[in-house]
């Protein structure tokens, strides 16, 4: 009932800013149709975590297995004090991705180029919707809940902040790829392709949602990994085949 519930509400609202169009200067609702899919995003993602069945162990097994490869070595390294700057910018940088993409979009209107706003979500959403595709029917549990201690992550406000955030507004459950990664590298490197100075600092915070993302535990590497080349695919296929 409750994956129903959104779905309708998706789509009244989408019947709602065509019926408006009818009746409404252009202008309102171009903004407000522009400005949907920043909404309807997490409708799918709850959709997507509602839908899911059990936890598949064996595939997250796999995520572990592959995360102790290829990050034990150096992880507990980087829980000394005298990294604790580090691991809070991380931190910092893996909040942001909740504005990333919503600040994109007024970039866009702020340099008067808001006729790319559809090769901005085109590649967003492209990249991202996968992810909880996969997500629901593959479903795993982060490694922040595995893991009691995890070896590089430090308490502090912005952690604690985060975490809150996870478990309030989260349907608890690893998106592989990561959709935070998908959704921010993807918006990012629209806004560098058509805003280069902006777009590039842009894509530098993107890069730090992803480090963020597995040095919190957020993710397991193998989500940022597949998820910055699963984006950068979208991207140069949407760059050679529409723009």
Known sequence: MAIA??????????????????FLPPRPVTVTRDIL????????????????????HGFQAKLQQLDRKLLSSWMPILAQPRYRWAMAIL??????CYVLVPLGLLVLYAKGLERHVPEYWAVALLATYPCYAFTAFFPTTPPRILEKKPAAT???????FNLWV??????????FPSAHVTATLGSSLVLLHFVP???LLFVLVSIGIGLGAVMGRYHYALDVLLAAILT?????LELHLNW
Request: a positive charge; proline letters at 4%.
């Open 5 to 22: 519930a959104i779905g309708a509400t998706g789509l009244l609202l989408l019947a709602l800013v065509y019926l408006a169009s009818q």
């Open 37 to 56: 899919p920043a909404l309807l995003m997490p409708m799918v993602y709850w959709q997507a975590g509602w839908l899911s069945g059990k936890i598949n």
């Open 91 to 96: 931190e910092l940088a893996y909040i942001s």
């Open 154 to 160: 430090v308490p502090g406000k912005i952690r604690t």
């Open 166 to 175: 996870v478990r309030s507004f989260s349907t608890e459950l690893n998106t």
């Open 197 to 199: 100075g902006i777009g």
């Open 232 to 236: 950068l695919a979208v991207y140069v």
